[in-house]
T-cell receptor, first 118, second 113 residues
Framework: AQSVAQPEDQVNVAEGNPLTVKCTYSVSGNPYLFWYVQYPNRGLQFLLKYITGDNLVKGSYGFEAEFNKSQTSFHLKKPSALVSDSALYFCAVRDPGEYGGATNKLIFGTGTLLAVQP | NAGVTQTPKFQVLKTGQSMTLQCAQDMNHEYMSWYRQDPGMGLRLIHYSVGAGITDQGEVPNGYNVSRSTTEDFPLRLLSAAPSQTSVYFC????????????FGNGTRLTVT
């Protein structure tokens, strides 16, 4: 069965420093991977996705993520953190399915709280 | 466009009561889904639908019913509320084809006492 792991409940970083939020996945084939962000009392907002192609994916608000097939990881990164980046971040995977066509279930990790200190 | 609209924003129920959480989208999305968010557990898929008249179970379907009579609406019914159903519920939709991201509503915070 497909699954996603976010090993850190919280990541603390100083403003201006680079940040990394970790994600590993488990699926039967080539995964479709997503990052979402959630601000307080709001729904999730899409940041970026990896489907195929270049392993480095660029997304909204200066975020990027690196797909690593050998390590089954999809870590979220940003070169210079802002206080306004403080939020809850979710990694998600969509199983490619038995015959290579994507299934309809998007499975989320448990979330990582990013705290950026001024 | 309003996107995905969920009502109500907050609800308090007593054990055994029933209610329906409403979800509507105005983007003509074929796929709609319901998640619940609990601390330390992330988002878990309850039910989903790939089009009008078609629904299927997610990870945690017990205690919940859904129906999809129109493309726009995907209500979630709690037939007999239990304290374990205290959670924040999110509705999300996306186009049916391809690998488009989900669009989320702002959630319904439900407390069952």
């Amino acid at each position: 069965a497909q699954s996603v792991a976010q090993p850190e409940d919280q990541v603390n970083v100083a403003e201006g420093n680079p940040l990394t939020v970790k994600c590993t996945y488990s699926v039967s084939g080539n995964p479709y991977l997503f990052w979402y962000v959630q601000y307080p009392n709001r729904g999730l907002q899409f940041l970026l996705k990896y489907i195929t192609g270049d392993n480095l994916v660029k997304g909204s608000y200066g975020f990027e993520a690196e797909f690593n097939k050998s390590q089954t990881s999809f870590h979220l990164k940003k070169p210079s953190a802002l206080v306004s980046d403080s939020a809850l971040y979710f990694c998600a995977v969509r199983d490619p399915g038995e015959y290579g066509g994507a299934t309809n279930k998007l499975i989320f990790g448990t979330g990582t709280l990013l705290a950026v200190q001024p | 466009n309003a996107g995905v609209t969920q009502t109500p924003k907050f609800q308090v129920l007593k054990t055994g009561q029933s209610m329906t959480l409403q979800c509507a989208q105005d983007m003509n999305h074929e796929y709609m889904s319901w998640y619940r968010q609990d601390p330390g557990m992330g988002l878990r898929l309850i039910h989903y639908s790939v089009g009008a008249g078609i629904t299927d179970q997610g990870e945690v379907p017990n205690g919940y019913n859904v129906s999809r009579s129109t493309t726009e609406d995907f209500p979630l019914r709690l037939l007999s509320a239990a304290p374990s159903q205290t959670s924040v519920y999110f509705c999300a939709s996306r186009p049916g084809q391809g690998v488009s991201p989900l669009h989320f509503g702002n959630g319904t915070r439900l407390t069952v006492t």
